[in-house]
């Protein structure tokens, strides 16, 4: 008869070998001694304290299953300072609850490199690292972490787009805080590219963010590279606009941008080819809702692509400076000689103000307009039409079509460019004119606040 000893020992050990282990570190010596120990599963807790001049790197394989950890032990309270920085490189990790503080570096203070990793409840505060994040790789995401003070030149948060594959990274549910004016190019928030990159596709999701008095250039997000999604996010008391920079076929929908009058404020500046803009709120910006901008004859990279083929519709744009739309922005300027062309301009209502604008400059060959409503100001353009729109204030502050608006159900649908609006509910039967649709659903979108967003250990 076999011993039951003989019987129950593969059973011990295959239940060891598959159990998660949890190792605890110091400091980065430490973390990178463990390294060859690490196995999917694992979890890796850093001591609470300040971290001077350490250089954390977390380099191993996980699993989709089972992905490797590293976390501080109180999040919130391993705090990495002075020349500080925070590498995490190979697949399926997540790194969360640290922070980086007031650092100084030549290159980024975290770098997220290779596949499927992730960064969540970290905050990046202060310091003068060339930039506080630097994204390489695939299927990363970035979620629920706090950006703020930076006053160094170059962009707060780098995406780097690889020519031969889409990043298809997710930037999520993040507070990016204030960031003072650098005075000259280079003060972004957000960087998706370069301008030899903005041919390839990115793919990149950045939704549900927000960006609190990022005031650093014009240029709040600069997006130089191709097929990435800006949704649901909120720019708030921000100098600057969204701004697609360099290549072609961006969304950007459902976003808030709540200037409230502030100096330099703006929506969305349009360069390049077949953008759709859609189900957009814009209310009190001075700089002006969407400039529509003119390209250079044959185009280097590092210049303006002439706007095509871009939509614009079912945006709302209420008590704004303006114009509410620059038809040619830049024109004659660097070079920029051919005015946008066949672009769309379709189901939005502008609110102007009495001091407002709502129009600036000369159209292209072959604009669309048509379905659009205008209230406080004259004009005699062919799909712009004036009325009383008769908007109300909603419980959410913002300002919406009263029931019996002109602009309820008056869209001039194009089948299939929106399935929602701006709260999230589905736009089903006639269609309304701006981002509002009356509709009985639950509303799933709406402004961000810092309770909404970054690490829900960190007091804002």
């Not at 004009?379 to 002109?406: N, Q």
Request: aromatic share 6%; net charge neutral; proline share 5%.
């Amino acid at each position: 008869m076999q011993s039951p000893h003989r019987v129950l020992l593969p059973l011990i050990l295959l239940y060891t070998a598959s159990s998660a282990a949890e190792f605890r570190a110091t400091n980065a010596a430490e973390l990178g001694a463990l390294h060859a120990r690490l196995q999917p599963g694992d979890t890796i807790t850093l001591a609470d304290g300040t971290w001077a001049d350490q250089a954390v790197v977390l380099r191993t394989r996980g699993t989709a299953e089972k992905p490797i950890t590293l976390r501080a032990a109180t999040p919130g309270a391993v705090v990495l300072t002075g020349k500080s920085t925070l590498v995490i490189d190979g697949e399926w990790l997540v790194v969360s609850s640290l922070v980086v503080k007031g650092g100084d570096g030549p290159a980024e203070g975290i770098a997220i490199k290779g596949a499927h990793n992730r960064l969540t409840e970290s905050a990046m505060i202060g310091g003068t690292y060339k930039h506080f994040l630097r994204m390489w790789g695939t299927d990363s995401r970035v979620d629920h972490c706090y950006f703020a003070g930076k006053t160094s030149g170059e962009p707060t948060f780098q995406v780097e787009v690889d020519q031969a594959t889409p990043n298809r990274h997710r930037i999520d549910h993040n507070h990016f805080g204030p960031r003072p004016p650098l005075g000259r190019n280079g003060g972004e928030t957000m960087r998706l590219g370069y301008s030899g990159q903005s041919m390839w596709n990115s793919r990149t999701l950045v939704e549900q963010n927000l960006f609190d008095r990022c005031d650093g250039e014009i240029e709040i997000i600069s997006s130089k590279s191709c097929e990435n999604i800006y949704r649901a996010n909120t720019f708030l008391d921000c100098a600057g606009m969204l701004t697609l920079r360099h290549g072609n076929r961006c969304v950007i929908e459902g976003n808030f941008f709540l200037g409230r009058g502030k100096k330099g404020s703006g929506g969305v500046r349009v360069i390049g080819e077949d953008h759709v803009i859609v189900n957009n709120y814009i209310e009190g910006v001075m700089q002006g809702a969407f400039w529509i901008t003119c390209g250079v004859p044959h185009s280097q990279l590092v210049q303006y692509f002439q706007a095509r083929r871009c939509t614009i519709a079912f945006n709302t744009v209420v008590d704004s400076q303006g114009p509410y739309l620059e038809l040619d922005a830049g024109i004659n300027g660097s070079g920029r000689l051919l005015r946008p062309a066949e672009i769309t301009v379709a189901n939005n209502l502008f609110a102007v103000p009495p001091q407002g604008t709502l129009l600036k400059g000369t159209e292209g060959e072959y604009w669309r307009w048509a379905g659009n409503f205008v209230a406080g100001a004259t004009t005699d353009h062919t799909g712009l039409t004036i009325a009383e729109l008769k908007l109300v204030r909603g419980a959410d502050h913002l300002w919406r079509p009263a029931a019996d608006s002109p602009a309820r159900g008056a869209a001039d649908e194009k089948p299939g460019l929106v399935k929602t609006d701006i709260d999230g509910q589905p736009r089903t039967g006639k269609l309304d004119a701006g981002c509002d649709q009356a509709a009985d659903a639950p509303v799933v979108n709406r402004p961000l606040t810092a309770a909404d967003v970054g690490p829900a250990w960190l007091k804002r």
